[in-house]
C-alpha cells in the first residue's frame, strides 16, 4: 500500500519561501508519479505539480510557473521515492493546504485532475499573508 507522509509548511508573509517535501513508500512499480495538490477554503482541490520518477520531467500550473520548483531524491529502491516542493515568491492567495499524491500502479503522470491519483497524504497547510 502506497504511504505518502508530507512535511514543511508553515507560515510565511508574500514574497517569501518555503518547502515541502513528501516521502513515499509502498510503490511496487518502478517508475511513478508523484506530485502536490492544493484546495484552498472553500475551493476545489487544484493541481499545483508533478514529476515523473523515470526522467525526472516535470508539469506545472500556470498560477506557479516560475515559482514553484518540483524535484525528487533519486532513491535506489523502488518501493520508496521523496519529491519536494519549493515554492518562491509566495502569494497570499498560495494559501492553502497542500496534498502530496502518487499513481498507485506507476506510469506517466496523467492530467493534473484529482481522481487520476489513488494516494494521497495527509496535508500540510501553508499560510501566506499580506
Known amino acids: 500500500q502506497v504511504q505518502l507522509v508530507e512535511s514543511g509548511g508553515g507560515s510565511v508573509q508574500a514574497g517569501g519561501s518555503l518547502s515541502l517535501s513528501c516521502a513515499g513508500s509502498?510503490?511496487?512499480?518502478?517508475?511513478?508519479?508523484m506530485g502536490w495538490f492544493r484546495q484552498a477554503p472553500g475551493k476545489e482541490r487544484e493541481g499545483v505539480a508533478v514529476?515523473?520518477?523515470?526522467?525526472?520531467?516535470?508539469?506545472?500550473?500556470?498560477s506557479v510557473k516560475g515559482r514553484f520548483t518540483i524535484s525528487q531524491d533519486n532513491s535506489t529502491s523502488t518501493a520508496t521515492n521523496t519529491v519536494h516542493l519549493q515554492m518562491n515568491s509566495l502569494k497570499p492567495e498560495d494559501t492553502a493546504m497542500y496534498y502530496c499524491?502518487?499513481?498507485?500502479?506507476?506510469?506517466?503522470?496523467?492530467?493534473?485532475?484529482?481522481?487520476?491519483?489513488?494516494?494521497w497524504g495527509q496535508g500540510t497547510r501553508v499560510t501566506v499573508s499580506s
Open positions: 509502498g510503490f511496487t512499480y518502478s517508475t511513478t508519479c
Open positions: 499524491v502518487a499513481l498507485i500502479y506507476g506510469g506517466r503522470c496523467p492530467p493534473l485532475v484529482p481522481k487520476n491519483f489513488r494516494a
Open positions: 514529476i515523473y520518477s523515470r526522467d525526472g520531467s516535470s508539469f506545472y500550473t500556470d
